[in-house]
Every structure is written in structure tokens, then in C-alpha cells.
């Protein structure tokens, strides 16, 4: 089965951390470039960190860079999103996406999506 399955989502404090991981199934997630997105109540979706396929350059939007840092293990078919420093507004349902390119490294704008996960909640109450 062709399918993308995220974990490590919680409920945490003001300043503590999380470790979000997006493992494929049924395809080589190392073939593409990976994404993790958020939705957050009374906002729009948006691009967190994302990581390409050639050559695992990472990046971040302006927000999380310095707190939230994405890696790859081609050999573990995963990506992870490693959260530091988490704030209230970081709350939401973390998804994410592999596609053929980074179609814009400031927001991570995922181009030609293969899969999307069905997402996993952080809280991070005020």
C-alpha cells in the first residue's frame, strides 16, 4: 500500500519540544522531495520545512528557522521534523507531502505532490 504516515504529534508545553516523523510505505521516499505543511485554526495552510531529494538541502520558513530543523534517512524511508522552542501559535494538524520539487524554498511550495499523509495534531497551549 502507496502511503505516507505521520507521528510524534502531542500536547506540550510553552518551550518544550517534539520529534514529528513522516515514514513511507510502498515507494522510496528518498526519490522525492518531502515537505511538512500545517494547518492551523483560523489561518491558511502553510509550509513549514522542506527537504529536497538530490542533495537533502533543507529549508525553513522565516518563523521556525532557528527552532525547527528537518532531516532525512533514505535508508529508514523517513523524514522528521525535529520542534524546539515550540509557541502557542505553532498549534496545528503537521502533514506531510513528497513531490518532485521545491518549487519555492522561502515557503516551501511542494510542485508535482505524489502523496500527502493525514496529518498529526501538536497542541501547544497559551
Known amino acids: 500500500q502507496v502511503q505516507l504516515v505521520e507521528s510524534g504529534g502531542g500536547f506540550v508545553q510553552r518551550g518544550g519540544s517534539l520529534t514529528l516523523s513522516c515514514t513511507a510505505s510502498?515507494?522510496?521516499?528518498?526519490?522525492?522531495?518531502v515537505g511538512w505543511f500545517r494547518r492551523s485554526p483560523g489561518k491558511e495552510e502553510e509550509g513549514v520545512s522542506c527537504?529536497?531529494?538530490?542533495?537533502?538541502?533543507?529549508y525553513s520558513i522565516d518563523s521556525v528557522k532557528g527552532r525547527f530543523t528537518i532531516s532525512r534517512d533514505d535508508a529508514k524511508n523517513t523524514v522528521y521534523l525535529q520542534m524546539n522552542g515550540l509557541k502557542p501559535e505553532d498549534t496545528g494538524v503537521y502533514l506531510c507531502?513528497?513531490?518532485?520539487?521545491?518549487?519555492?524554498?522561502?515557503?516551501?511550495?511542494?510542485?508535482?505532490?505524489?502523496?500527502w499523509g493525514d496529518g498529526t495534531q501538536v497542541t501547544v497551549p497559551s
Open positions: 507531502a513528497a513531490g518532485n520539487t521545491i518549487n519555492d524554498r522561502n515557503m516551501c511550495v511542494i510542485g508535482g505532490v505524489y502523496r
Open positions: 510502498g515507494f522510496n521516499l528518498g526519490d522525492f522531495a
Open positions: 527537504i529536497s531529494s538530490s542533495d537533502g538541502s533543507a
